[in-house]
């Protein structure tokens, strides 16, 4: 496509813009983040370099590694559940039921809402039931659990309903023919034509599902903010529904120490998060069909 | 065909596209700073300019208005910036990076400053710091002045006095007039009574619902938790400390239960309510007691009650010398001058500062604006009904209660105890894990916080 | 895959029509599917339908009971939208047409600038093309929390705290999300029809916005929708970056709602919030047009 004389004028005008501003806003910022995992700091501009000792800390705090297995367990059910309705919803709104077009509008519908308000709305809805039972989010961290994972689902299975349908969209409609040309019953239709076609999509919504549910930070500040917490016989507060950036968020403005050892935790976070997240995209793309 | 329709689209978005952008760059050019504030920053560069980093959201068009009066008297250029709730920390941590930092903002106390010490232009020699009416009233280390506290606050138990005097008067009460409420187990008669009443008085409960949402739980896990630290530390003799021992725990317990029993809800349903649940009781005297401050005049009053209808007693908690106890006085808002930034914004800073608590201008849109009772020289005369009940407290001889939770060691810690309180009021959890997050979590927050 | 070869020999042109018509006929499961998406439905508008319901009930209303209608002593009328726009002294219009021209601007940057890259990046086949795509699947990762002191100070020393300047920033800090989309469907169009028009003369940039483009509408469209939906509800970044004694957009002008000592005007916020979803109800109505006329860009491939 690209010829070796205009290569690189070309490189300029396709990449450069995108480019440019992704190392000013983020390739920049994402390295001195890193250097500041090593520091002791309040603002970036009086970094001290401490080397590994915020490292330390993080990794010897009961909440931060609480909040880690808390966020793996939340990442595989909503991972699972999100990709197989929205799949299912996206499969059902194109096969041309009546209603698809209000639908495909409605089940989009709560990303309208910003996550923050959203997670007000589903609390009050959660306590308003829970509270005929006597109890509330805030008391039991099995709630707090399953209100995220409810709310999760029913958000983000519109999102990625709205990526299925143009992955839907985009099989040629004579796969369709020749399959039923070559005699393939809807199962077949499905798993030979649909689904292989569909790995693109299917890449995309489980690496978005998984770095979205793994990053998850509004939907749990607002829901539950971490609530119920106890303290644990050392005197540290562990909060028992919090996930990893609301941790680490919360480490940033726990005290005047704490700030570099919020950062570390990202980088931390960072690492786990990009290992999983290429070991998926990996094993996907593997399976996409190669035009 | 296609082509032209994907051109189509595209020149359409365009065409929006500038559309918005002359209308911001309108927006842009007509707001802002005011031409006369452009020239003096041309013109007398030297003359500084300040920048402030308000913490109230409420009172930020105040500021803004205070800001341009000072701008049109002066020629002196001053920025109010407000943080949104709950996010000063953030803000400030964010503007102190900028080129342009913050010359003012502010700190809540202590441990507020300890995180901001590096940045606190020393206020010793300032005129502010001599406008004080007490020097209690400043942040100080050794002869340093790094904060100056520009409101001051009191809480306490608000009541209904209409429904009160009802109470008073009915012929199942024990007690028979406000100055006979002066200890916890006055109080607790009284709620005991009026609860078990209610429908008489035509009241839901005593006391309005003591809501554990995080718009309402600071009222207990930060401000009724500062009496048994505030008694620890008198009978210690000290005014910080890295463990607390909590010697008045079964104190903060008992005022605590008697909240939750002689309520308008049951304990289950805490968790639940809110602030504005609340106040809404108390406005609509479903409920006669009501812990909160002196900031809550305003709503009160937009509610509908009057001053007649207003009263605030102590926080008895059965501790100290209940005869003489006073209402719980102090600041969480401190002012602070960033050391770093350059001379003449300093100097202008301070000027400003100056000009807020000495002028007629300044000193009554800081009363009248903002609803502040400042500790300075010329302060205003308060019209908020709680800020008299209190001076009239101390003019009775009575000593108000300091605010010690200031010192309480990080937001982490107030979340402990908030916690297990709501799990105890909900019956889930027991009064051993308060104590526990009170005292093992001061341990481990205080070691934290200051380790080096 | 045999699947795939049938579209590598599929005949040059299908007469572009629908792939399946709007309404067929109604097998019992689609029946059943139909009643079963409805009953969703309602649990799906529900929330929206709760805000839309509370922002004319008073904040004591909202309070002790959300889920009812409001009645003669919770109602309040426009009264919450009338606070909510003339608050403070920051005129609310401006913090709408500022709102807008973040949104639209940043999308329309993304889209045209992440589309490009994308297409660039998947049909060159350079070490430095495939470092460039796997540091935007980096960007995806990272929480905001972790670069969110950086990023605003990064801003504020290249002078980008205005309403322009954060265009550059949301096409940075989007670009990951955007060329990570594209490229996945970039894979999908056969590389014949770019060849082909290669060897008709015409140049990569004509190559792209005449034939790549239009191919890649429904892609277009979904990721215009994230991207909007991101841009307009963000609230951190704007937060941290603008410089708000002149600019707010709406979700940070709602935040000013909720003032010290526990006092927020629910129902003023309520009230913002079905303002602020009226554009985007517009917008995503307009664009669902599209998306159904994606089906018919979709058979051009064939």
Redesign the interface.
Known sequence: ??RKP?RKL??L???L???A??????????I??VY?SFCKFK???DAKFVGLDNYVKAFHDEGFLRSFWFTALFVVVSVILINLIAFF?AY?L??????S??????????????????GY??Q??FN?ILQNYGTNLALDARFGFWGLIILMC?QQA??MM??Y??GF????????E??RIDGADKKQVLT??TI??MM??I??CS??TL?NS??L?DQNLALTGGAPGVVSDSGSMIYQTQM??LN??NT?YANQNSRGV??SK??I??VI??VI??AQ?YLTRKK???? | M??KH?TRVAAL??A??MT??A??GC??SS??SSPKADKTKDGNASKGKVYYLN????A??AW??LAKKYTEETGIEV????A????YE??L??AM???EAPTLFQVNGPVGLANWKDYCYDLKDSDIYSQLTSKDYALSEGDAVYGISYVIESYGIIYNKTILQKYFDSDFSTVKKIEDVNSFDALKTVADEIQANAAALGVKGAFTSAGMDS??D?RFKTHLANLPIYFEYKEDGISSTDAIKGTYLDNYKKIFDLYVADSTCAGTDLANK????A??EFS?GEAVFFQ??S??YT?LTTAGLTDADLGMLPIYVGAGDEANQGLCTGSENFWCVNKNANKDDIAATLNFLNWCVTSEAGTTALAEDMGFVIPFKNAKEATNVFVKADAEYTANGKTPVSWNFTTMPSETWKNGVGTALTQYAAGTGSWDDVVTAFVDGWKTEYAAANAE | ?A??N???V?PER?KP?K??????K?TLG??I??VL??V??V??????F??LMNSFKT??G???A??QFPNSETFYGVKSYITGMF???F?FW?TI??S??IT??GV?LILI??S??A???S??NSII?KI?YY????????????????????A???H?T??WGIL??????G???A???FT??V?????EI??AA?VDGA???R????IV??IM???F??VG??ET?WIW???LLP??ILD????KTI??HI??L???????D?SAIMAL?VLS?IP??IF??AC?KY??E??V??????
């Open positions: 496509m690209f205009k070309y490189s005008i396709f990449v813009p995108t480019f501003a992704f190392i000013i806003g983020f390739i920049y910022p994402f001195s983040g500041l603002t970036t501009s919803v059902a194109t096969l041309g039921i009546r209603g077009n209000i639908f495909r509008t409605v089940f989009f519908m709560p990303n309208l809402i910003g996550g923050i308000i959203l709305i589903w009050l809805i308003g029913w519109g999102y709205i990526i349908i143009a969209q985009s099989v040629p409609a004579d796969l369709y020749a399959a030979n034509v292989p076609m693109p999509s890449t995309i690496f978005l770095t793994f990053k930070f990893m950036a680490i968020y940033f919020g950062q990202a980088v976070f960072f998060v990009v997240a290429l995209l996409e069909v190669q035009q | 296609k082509r994907i978005a365009l929006g596209l918005s952008m209308l911001v927006g842009g707001s802002s913490f109230k959201p409420e930020d068009g803004q208005n920025n109010v910036e407000t949104a709730e709950g996010t953030e803000t941590t964010a990076d900028k080129s718009t309402s600071w809110n602030m504005t649940d106040e809404t609509k909160n401050g900031w809550e709503p | 895959m699947e795939a049938v579209a590598k599929a299908v029509k792939e399946k018509p709007p309404v067929k109604q689609m029946k599917l139909t998406f409805s969703l439905s649990f799906y508008i529900a929330p929206v709760i805000v904040n004591a909202i309070s002790s959300p889920f608050f403070g002294n005129p401006k047409v500022c807008l021209f639209v601007g329309f600038c992440t490009m890259c297409w660039y990046l049909r060159s093309c460039i540091l935007c699947i980096f960007s995806m990762v990272v929480p905001f929390q972790m670069v969110m002191f950086t990023l605003s100070k990064t504020d020393t290249l980008l205005t309403p550059i920033i949301y096409l940075g800090f670009a990951g999300l060329v990570f989309m996945g469907f894979k999908s169009i056969p590389i770019e060849e290669d140049g990569p940039l190559t792209f916005f005449g483009l239009p509408k429904p892609t469209i979904s929708i994230l939906m509800n963000d609230y937060y941290l708000k004694a002149k600019y979700p940070i935040q000013y909720n003032g010290s000592y526990g006092h927020s629910t919030i979803i985007i109800v995503y109505f669902q998306i159904i994606g089906v860009a979709g058979a051009v491939k064939g």
